[in-house]
């Protein structure tokens, strides 16, 4: 996904955020060496980054994958939101680098943050920057804008979590991201952010047929537990759906 290496499934660290440090970094760890989970989403808001810290002082830095994000409107509050993730993680730079929950009919008052943004990558502080949206439409203008390399979503059965636009609209969006302009799309609230986790299995096969427009699946998880339950279900997947290629 935008030429970074990563795995098809992203721990989404805010469930974490309870755990102490030292303890919610292990299971960071675990998660990579372990069963090669090494996207890691993170957020200034989420209470989480104090965990991935400590997680960064358990594995190589180059080994892992970190997305942070801004709710920045100007160039200002990128730059500050950029330097403080930098900062908190004790890293020099940022895999990917998010505008955050961007709503619908903003996209063009954030142009100024996207931009430092930007600036940031071409100093190589960034590897990638994108968006990240409840919105179908903002999906859609995302991926016309040639900066914006990769957008976030939310995608589950239910349309749980989707602000504005139905969920055939978010599935369309996904799929011009995707499949018309060579986005990376990674989709959150697999499973509805828990309205979905009494049917683990039937929810996370529903987005996971959908994997022609989807790189990478944020699956919010407090233990590893929890992890193995999800990636049986989507390894079992994709081993099927391998073995059909072949016959």
């Given at each position: ?89 004790g890293t020099d730079y940022i895999d990917i680098f998010l ?149």
């Amino acid at each position: 996904m935008a030429g970074i290496g990563l795995s098809q499934v992203c721990f989404g660290t805010e469930h974490i955020n309870c755990a102490a440090p030292q303890f919610g970094g292990a299971i960071l760890a675990e998660a990579a060496r372990q069963y090669g989970v090494n996207f890691w989403d993170t957020d200034n808001s989420y209470g989480s980054i104090t965990q991935v810290a400590a997680a960064l002082k358990i594995v190589r830095r180059e080994e892992v994958v970190i997305c942070s994000k801004s709710y920045a409107a100007s160039a200002k509050e990128a730059e500050a939101d950029l330097a403080r993730s930098l900062e908190e993680l004790g890293t020099d730079y940022i895999d990917i680098f998010l505008l955050h929950e961007v709503p619908a009919g903003s996209l063009e008052r954030l142009m100024p943050g996207l931009e430092a943004l930007t600036k940031a990558k071409q100093k190589g502080i960034i590897r990638a920057v994108g968006l990240s949206t409840h919105s179908a439409s903002i999906v859609s203008q995302g991926a016309d804008i040639p900066e914006i390399e990769i957008v976030c979503a939310p995608f589950n059965r239910q349309g749980t979590r989707i602000e504005e636009g139905a969920l055939d609209s978010m599935r369309v969006a996904l799929d011009r991201a995707h499949n018309q302009k060579g986005k990376g799309v990674y989709v959150i609230k697999t499973l509805g952010a828990g309205d979905l986790v009494h049917d683990v299995r039937g929810s996370l096969r529903w987005v996971l047929d959908h994997h022609a427009s989807i790189d990478v699946y944020n699956i919010g998880v407090a233990a590893l537990s929890e992890l193995r339950e999800d990636l049986s279900v989507v390894n079992e997947y994709f081993s099927r759906l391998g073995e059909a290629h072949h016959e």
